[in-house]
């Protein structure tokens, strides 16, 4: 290899790592402000449905959590669309810019007691502009930085999605342990809640900013300009035309998602109330349990999306399919069960462990499913439509149970949703391999 040739790769891998932390930080800070509301959901219950026992306004809110889900599968399909045919770096722009005016509109929103009805219509309208937000964010930046990413190294760069993705939630949990250790319990649940909130949306603007000075993908790039001199298909770019050509691929990514979705958001999201509610461990030692495992977590997800670059993607699959299927019930069981804050801990972490083997490279391999044409909208379209009808219902589904006195059955339910995404593992064929992606983005 000759000088200037290893000059010029070392110039081109330092331009993928700018780009794909410029990316991950746009990515970071939007999930920091879907998972704020889920993070400090116990303090602001009260102040948007007033009454009740605790589990009912859980519900409440859990409620609205949900319906900000069934806007991601618009986000999915209108950003998706617009990435593909109007480009990556632009989509994103557009996607932040509305995860900020969500949040900021979350922070002035006053309470029940002062307006009434119209409060809980406002959190709702926020959750919903949020939901398009995300929606279209993750079609979009998994696409992004699958095609930014130095070739045999896809895993890797892809997996930082979901550290950013946890990253944000851990920011989410960090400012609420500063504030918890900073206000009375009497502040937090009056106003200190809506620190969060203006935090996200004044760092939403900055990443707005910052996003616009990132590359656009060579892959968009050349598509766009192939279309463009051929006229060939060129109006398909995005479109759910176009997307229907391509059944198996669609109903492969429902398929690969459904378990995951249900299990990452039954760890992440609803375990904080679960160990609180009926483990009977305090708020803040919850707090500090879901912070730790949730950093390992985080820490996990490059190094098994590395190890899938190696070994393929499907084995990481198949490992979190039987895994979860088999030891979820035994776990959440177990979690039910213990006060003890290391014991719940480590209970949590080995779930995480199991679910990394989804979430590291769920980007990649729905990416890899896909022509670049449709690629964002291929990729964001049935994976919002599935986490919205799983993912975002599952808190909802386990207070429900809870309420009903029939918890246990909803450890059941996830253990399901484990198994018929392990049939879709059992049955695909490996997509790093076959080395897709580039194919088809030559054949174009």
């Known amino acids: 290899m000759t000088t200037g040739t290893a000059d010029a790769k070392r110039v081109s891998e330092r331009r993928v790592i700018g780009n794909v932390l410029r990316g991950s930080l746009g990515n970071l800070i939007e999930w920091y402000d879907w998972y704020a509301y889920a993070a400090f959901t116990t303090y602001f219950a009260k102040a948007f449905f007033p009454g009740g026992d605790a589990t009912a306004q859980f519900l409440n809110t859990a409620a609205v959590f949900a319906v900000g889900f069934l806007m991601r599968p618009l986000g999915g399909w209108l950003l998706g669309r617009f990435a593909d045919r109007f480009g990556r770096r632009t989509a994103l722009v557009a996607s932040v810019s509305m995860m900020a005016f969500g949040s900021l509109l979350i922070a002035v929103t006053p309470g029940y007691a002062t307006i009434g009805v119209a409060a809980p219509i406002l959190l709702v309208l926020a959750r919903l502009l949020q939901g398009l937000s995300v929606g279209g964010e993750y079609s979009t930046s998994a696409t992004y930085l699958s095609e930014v990413a130095t070739p045999g190294k896809r895993g890797f760069y892809s997996s930082f999605q979901y550290v950013t993705l946890v990253g944000g939630q851990l920011l989410a949990l960090g400012l609420q342990l500063i504030l918890q250790n900073v206000l009375t319990e009497a502040q937090m649940n009056s106003w200190g ?49 176009a997307l229907v050509k391509y059944p198996k691929e669609v109903l492969l990514v429902v398929g690969l998602t459904l378990g995951g979705t249900v299990a990452f958001y039954t760890y992440a999201t609803y375990s904080q109330k679960f160990l609180e509610v009926t483990s009977g461990i305090p708020r803040k030692t919850v707090t500090w349990i879901l912070f730790f495992a949730l950093l390992a977590f985080a820490i996990l997800q490059p190094i098994a999306g590395r190890l899938s670059d190696r070994i393929g993607r499907r084995p990481m699959l198949i490992f979190f399919g039987v895994a ?91 253990a399901g949703c484990i198994l018929v995404s392990l049939i879709v593992y059992g049955t695909m064929r490996e997509t790093s391999k076959s080395s897709e992606l580039e194919k088809k983005a030559e054949a174009e």
């Open 193 to 241: 809640w809506r620190i969060a909130f203006v935090v996200g949306a004044v760092a939403a603007v900055a990443v707005m900013w910052l996003r616009r000075s990132m590359d656009e993908s060579e892959s968009y790039e050349r598509a766009s300009e192939g279309g463009a001199a051929t006229g060939k298909n060129a109006g398909e770019r995005g479109t759910v035309r």
């Open 324 to 414: 979860g299927t088999l030891l979820t019930v035994p776990i959440m069981t177990l979690m039910a069960g213990t006060k003890n804050p290391f014991v719940a801990f480590l209970l949590m972490l080995g779930a995480l462990v199991i679910v990394t083997g989804y979430t590291s490279i769920n980007a990649i391999v729905k990416a890899e499913l896909f022509p670049t044409k449709i690629r964002a909208i291929g990729v964001g379209l049935p994976y919002a439509l599935t986490v919205a009808i799983f993912g975002g219902t599952a808190e909802l589904i386990a207070q429900a149970l809870k309420k009903a006195g029939h918890e246990t059955v909803f450890f059941w339910y996830v």
